[in-house]
């Protein structure tokens, strides 16, 4: 199974700063994906990536930026934080060939005060 | 329109007891994936299926593609198996995934 990281596992941020949420994989996947989970929401997809340099916007993109630098990182960006995107947020990577299987990582609980 | 739904929404249990849990699907699929989430953690991924029966452990699988449905089996339900359990459907076209509500297991001694 692909061993998905992600840090920090919490953070307190204030509303107007930025926040940079960080996800390694270490099992090659082309895929990667950003979920939030909320109480009534379920999980939403909020970016996805086919690999290192692409990004591509999810359900819920408003708010977030992306960035894959390499296979193996992806990071979440929230430039001007709200106490909206307070949430639980998973990375997750998946394999290609048809198979759209995925892992996540261990989450990271952000409140924005 | 919500594409998997799951039922049911809850489900309580003694232990010891069976759980089958039902997700169903609003386009035809060959890719689903069950999930165990506990509160606040990650999702565990239980099986992968994309048709005909899987097991793994006390866990059984079934997919039925024309029937667009999906079922998992818990057999000797045990405490620990508690939890939420996810299915996630996905399409070939992007290898994106879309997920059901869940259903909550409480698995009671």
């Known amino acids: 199974e692909a061993a998905v990281t992600q840090s920090p596992r919490n953070k307190v941020a204030v509303t107007g700063g930025k926040v940079t949420l960080s996800c390694n994989q270490t099992n090659n996947h082309n895929n990667m994906y950003w979920y939030r989970q909320d109480t009534g929401h379920g999980l939403r997809l909020i970016h996805y990536?086919?690999?290192?340099?692409?990004?591509e916007k999810g359900d819920i993109p408003d708010g977030y930026k992306a960035s894959r630098p390499s296979q193996e990182n992806f990071s979440l960006i929230l430039e001007l934080a709200t106490p909206s995107q307070t949430s639980v947020y998973f990375c997750a990577s998946g394999d290609v060939g048809g198979r759209a299987e995925q892992f996540f990582g261990p989450g990271t609980r952000l409140t924005v005060l | 329109e919500q594409q998997v739904q799951q039922s049911p929404a809850s489900l309580v249990l003694q232990e010891a007891e069976n759980a089958e849990l039902q997700c169903s699907f609003s386009i035809f699929t060959n890719q689903v994936q069950w999930f165990y989430q506990r509160p606040g953690g990650r999702l565990v991924s239980l099986l992968y299926?994309?048709?005909g029966t899987k097991q793994s452990g006390r866990l059984t699988s079934t997919t039925v593609i024309k029937e667009r449905r999906s079922s998992l089996h818990i057999s000797s339900s045990q405490i620990t198996d508690s939890g939420t359990y996810l299915c996630a459907m996905g399409r070939n076209s992007n290898n994106r995934i879309f997920f059901g509500d869940g259903t909550q297991l409480v698995v009671k001694p």
């Open positions: 299926n994309p048709s």
């Open positions: 990536s086919y690999g290192a340099g692409s990004t």
